[in-house]
């Protein structure tokens, strides 16, 4: 079985930081791409930053030179690195790896629960 944790998140202030870790674990023969994506009601979720195993990165228009995502192979983790926090950045934060478990024959999108993110002074 593979889970995907994120134990961040949490209210923060407007112009603030927040970094957000996301782990995999359990059956994992190969872990591919990881990312976030983030929801708020009334739209729909959408990427907000990406990376390959090989540390190729992709990020929304909204969060280029304010966030930044990072990956640790070693402990199958990537960090969200949020800056200069704004009220709209307030959102469910969801994390997705894509994996190849050991009892599976593809590659598998696995998601998180989801983390709130509150910017609000």
């Known amino acids: 079985q593979v889970q995907v944790l994120e134990p961040g998140g949490g209210l923060v202030q407007p112009g603030g930081p927040l970094s957000l870790p996301c782990a995999a674990s359990?059956?994992?023969?190969?872990?591919?791409?990881m990312a976030w994506y983030r929801h708020t009601p009334g739209k729909q979720r959408e990427l907000v930053a990406a990376?390959?195993?090989?540390?190729?990165?992709n990020y929304a228009d909204s969060v280029k030179a304010r966030f930044t995502i990072s990956r640790d192979n070693a402990k199958n983790t990537i960090y969200l690195q949020m800056n200069s926090l704004k009220p709209e950045d307030t959102a469910v934060y969801y994390c997705?790896?894509?994996?190849?478990?050991?009892?599976?024959?593809?590659?598998?999108?696995?998601w998180g629960q989801g983390t709130q993110v509150t910017v609000s002074s």
């Open positions: 997705k790896a894509d994996i190849l478990s050991t009892d599976q024959k593809l590659v598998a999108y696995y």
């Open positions: 990376v390959t195993s090989g540390g190729i990165t």
């Open positions: 359990g059956c994992i023969l190969t872990l591919y791409g």
